[in-house]
C-alpha cells in the first residue's frame, strides 16, 4: 500500500518539477526576446544619430561651399546687405548677406539646386528638406539658420578660434537635423562661423 502511495506522490512531484521547468523556460526566453528587442532598438537609435550627424556635417559643407562659390542668385532666404529679401528675384550671392545695418535675425532655410545656377550648383532656400536617401524620403528633415548672434560683451560668433565680430565679418551657421521616433523627436546639430567670400 506504500508503495501505490508513494508511486502517486512521485507522478505528482514530477508535474509540478515539469510545470516549473515550463515556467523557467518561459522566464528565461522571454528575457532573451527582451534583451533582443532592447539591443535592436538601441542599434537602431545608434545608427539614426549616425546618419543624422552625417547630414548635419553635410549640411554645413553645402552651406560652406554656397559661400565658397559665391554665385550671384545662390542664397534664396534672408536679407540683402542693401535691404530687402534674398528669396525673391533677383536672389543674393553669399556676401550679400553680411551688413551693419541689415543683420540676419534667425533666417532659416534648407540646402537645395536651383534653377538659374551651374549644373549641380547648390543654393539656399527657405523652407526645411525632407532628406532623400538612395533615392527615396528618409525620416530625416534638415534645416539651416543663419544668424548674427549678437551677444552683449562677447562675440557674434562663439565657436573659440574666432575673436568677436561685427555683423559684417561674420555668420553663425547651424544645420539641424530632427528625426522622430516612438520616444519623440531627435535632433542633431553641427554649427560653423562664416565669413564673407570677399573677406577670407
Known sequence: MTDVCRRKNEKGQSLIELLVAIG?????????????????RRATQSRQENQATKL??????????????????????????????????????WDELFSDTNPQVSQSGRVDTCGGLPINQWCLRTGTETVTLAGSPSIFSRRVIIEDTLIVGGSICTDAFLPAKTPKDIKRVTVEVSWNTPT?????EAVTCLSPKHRQ
Not at 24 to 40: E, Q
Open 24 to 40: 523557467l523556460g518561459m522566464v528565461i526566453v522571454g528575457s532573451l526576446v527582451s534583451l533582443g528587442n532592447a539591443n535592436t
Open 56 to 93: 548635419a556635417q553635410e549640411g554645413a559643407e553645402i552651406v560652406r561651399n554656397v559661400r565658397d562659390v559665391n554665385w550671384p542668385g545662390s542664397v534664396r532666404m534672408g536679407n540683402r546687405d542693401a535691404g530687402g529679401s534674398c528669396s525673391s528675384s533677383p536672389y543674393c550671392t
Open 184 to 188: 519623440g523627436t531627435n535632433t542633431r
